[in-house]
């Protein structure tokens, strides 16, 4: 390997990047750079899925359709669905934590890949105009971001194919993040860093990568057959050609449900890192973290059925599937007690991080429990396309992903820019969006059990009420957004200036500037084996004299 | 600002870090992640043959609308394509002793033996009893066999550029420096592997 070969490598070139804030504009292979595009990226994209789900709210108050034609609600609804899922949560948890963290945990100046990087992130805005576009040009899908045919088949072709295309490129993002992902964790650590000493989001990235690698290409090749029937009138769906749409569900769900835990588990590895350091408390039980992690990952790819209880299921398949998604539950719930014992009896400091964990854990332990009774067949059947499922799957999605995105941006914030956010604004924030979310989807499990179907927008009088108090709840969320806005931007200019490592964590990205330099550390690279040593007086720590291991045993 | 919190360090020059990096960059982990692709690739062809297994086994078509495959073709197919991972992989030894005019030999032998499955195929299409829309068997196995051939094509186009690259001893392709020549050859043989169980699964079963 010789010199000529490094110089035309696709290793990192720190002097062809422009300096300054011009560069986060560019086409960087920095991997920091590439986070916080996804980011910005992610939350604009949040903000348009919030408006429609807005307008949706705002359909949702009285029980005619008077606000929108039913069109054009079908559009709305199948944008909202999948701009929030694939412009926003996938992206944000997997994508913009993903690239400005993991080289740090591994201990490298970049991605495994930097410029395959920067292609899966400059994919996502062409796909994210192409979707949201295709309202304005010729209607967008109207099938639900599930796109079952023959529905899918029969509506106008033309928003359709945009949304097969817009995810198509969504998908090979997310696959081009996962490869990055696994051969950075895998082959690019630190000579002395064990896998078993690397931070938690680590092993949460590598067992999303995990699940991005088995299913998303599955979706991909559906998406294929169906554009096929449109287009091209074959038959793989259409019933009327002898195709079979439960064969469409198969293999959309092989996808759709993996894809819940895509957007989870990189959650359940930022609140992994952030409890620990506001407790200041090692993470309890790391080993079964990460068996749990694992557990989560494999359990995910079996249970995808569930969602087809209705479809015509035989027997044997209905229990198999209630069985392992009721086992879901296990890893799950070691996880909780996990981050639970994490914080009992530390010195919590309650800033807006922490705020926004605990409202994760809150909202995020209902999601699961109606999770597992929805796993039940009878229960299932009852409540089965109704309001009780769009709550139960918004407490996981906004209730469990998107808290802890807005906890991992309080927390490294001061990484990112330098400077801390308010706190007083951040935690009118947290106050305001869990007050709103709860308000919101709370009520719609009473209206699921009552019988009102989701994804309509005329509904019975009886429901009124309910529909209403939950429109206002939407109302008090997108409230929220403001002083978090005003608090990014205004504490971007003039913040207090943060400092190296504001939080005093021991997790190596704090271990250099703020912002962070482009090849992550001035001098050397650090070798952190022991990301939690927390419960000891930190100049107490000497790591060259004892191993990580022993640590974990003496903090506390 | 220095910090005081612990840390050990391993290596003392940043610039020899860094140089160790990219190097690494041009090792393993490039074969590694054309590794972690080729799974997500696998996936996608599973999806098709499970998809394609669930119509055999729930969807079954009147009586006489099932048409026998013939065997003839796909087989000669499948002879082709095993000759030419065993012509690649004679390639990959030629470049590895320094040899670059063998290894091109090779390479055009390769690439030959792969347009010739790909016209097989094309003339298969022609022959079928059958067209894209007839019926869901028909639709299915044009998606499958169709998707495998864009990758034979894509492989193709691969090989040719690995030939160029592998011009003379200054060239891309060296005996110190056969990455694109390795990655080539990984892609080449699962495209092959893919065949053989699309083979069983379409024309056999």
Partial sequence: MTATIASRGTGPRPRLQPTGWLRYFSFSVDHKVIGLQYLVCGFVFYLVGGALAGAIRTELISPVADFMARDVYNQVLTLHGTVMIFLWIVPVVNGAFGNYLIP????????????????????????????????????????????????????????????????????????????????????????GLKLMQMPMYCWAMLGTSILVIASTPVLAGTLVLLSFDIVAHTGFFNPALGGNVVVYQHLFWFYSHPAVYIMVLPAFGLVSEILPVHARKPLFGYVTMVYSIMGIVVLGLIVWAHHMFTSGTPPWMRLFFTIATTFIAVPTGIKFFNWLATLWGGRISLNSAVLFSCGFIVNFVLGGITGVALAQVPFDIHVHDTYFVVAHFHYIVFGGSVFIIFASVYHWYPKFTGRMLNEDLGRFHCMLTFIGFNLCFGPQHWLGLNGMPRRVSEYDPQFTLINQISSVGALLMAISTLPFLWNVIQSAISGKIAGDNPWNALTPEWLTSSPPPVQNWAGETPLVEEPYGYGVPINAIDLSATSGRDLWRSGK | MTSTLPVQSKSADVKEQVEKQINKAHGDHRIFGLAIFLTADAMTFAGFFAAYLTFKAVNPLPEGTIYELELLLPTLNTVLLLVSSATFHSAGQAIRNSNHGRCRLWLLVTAALGIAFLTSQMFEYFTLPFGLTDNLYASTFFAATGFHGLHVTLGTLMIFIVWWQAREAGGRVTANNHFPLEAAELYWHFVDGIWVVLFVIFYLL
Avoid: E, H
Wanted: net charge positive.
């Fill in chain 1, 104 to 191: 740090f945990y591994v201990g490298a100046r970049d991605m495994a890949f930097p410029r395959l990087n920067a292609v899966a992130f400059w994919l996502i805005p062409p796909a994210g105009l192409l979707l949201v576009a295709s309202y304005f040009i010729t209607g967008a899908a109207q099938s639900g971001w599930t796109a079952y045919p023959p529905l899918s088949v029969t509506t106008p072709a033309t928003g359709q194919i945009i949304w097969i295309l817009s995810v198509l490129l969504l998908g090979g993002s997310s696959i081009f993040g996962g490869i990055n992902f696994i051969a950075t964790i895998l082959k690019l650590r630190q000579p």
